[in-house]
């Protein structure tokens, strides 16, 4: 229990003995971020949207649904971009989970959650698009997530002074491997990757921090579509429409070289959007 596996993760044991060590040298997540930068470029995605949608007779999908779906895509393909760290340990994550920023509203009142939703291997675009739904409308409902209630709680019931023990009382759970799964299995910052969909409400991209509560090792941030110039195959420059996605990581649970080789075919999916497809999508196929 105490060196071992967690309820959400088993320990990696055979790595590097470098990358073994790095979280005493980089006790904190703050200490080992990276930030990398990647434009997609969006001009067949909008195509193959549009073709999807054309009638009716499929899920009304969007961008964000095909970005999910290759992340999730490339967690399960890729397992090493799916690690984290916890208590100086290396894990390899048991699932792939997604936390996603979800705002109540379109206003300068409206408050922001984040919910978190599984997302199991050999899932589809219609199934990312059922999941991922499911999830954001829970967060956009009037009822409070079940994080905003244990925050709300504690808040309620706790002296100020005390409040900040908690975090510490749990990092030390992390420490010594005994967090309940209860308290990991709900809180969003126990995750795989956290992702804010910033283009959703007309903004560009910007890189977050990572939190060094909980285990979450990877946090993106999506901008708006906007057009750029964009050099072709052919040494031709057009303006096509790109998003920016803008990523922080901690470099302490893979490798750089596998780590962009992963965000790369997620880019790859993404401009490729029929790759993601699955045989009950009946999706429309490339061009």
Known sequence: MFSGDRPDGTRVRKAPKVRL???YLLPRRGDAVVFYE????ISQTLDYLERWNEGGARVPLRFFHIYLAAIARVMHERPRINRFIAGRRL?????VAISISVLKARDDDARLTVVKQTYPEGLGLAGAFERTEAVIGDGRAAAK??????????QKMLPRWLIPLLPKLQKLGDWLNITPASLSANDPLYASIMVSNLG??????AYHHLFEHGTLPIF???GR????A???KRREIEIRPVVTVRYTLDERIVDGYYAARSLDLIQDWIEQPWLLEREEDSGPGAL
């Open 230 to 232: 964009v050099v072709t």
């Open 91 to 95: 894990y390899q994550r048991d699932d």
């Open 220 to 222: 993106a941030v999506v």
């Open 225 to 228: 579509a906007r057009d750029e």
């Open 21 to 23: 060590f790095m979280p």
């Open 200 to 205: 959703s409400i007309g903004i560009d991209a």
């Open 145 to 154: 997530t079940h994080s905003e209630r244990e925050v709300s709680l504690i």
């Open 38 to 41: 990647q434009k997609i470029d």
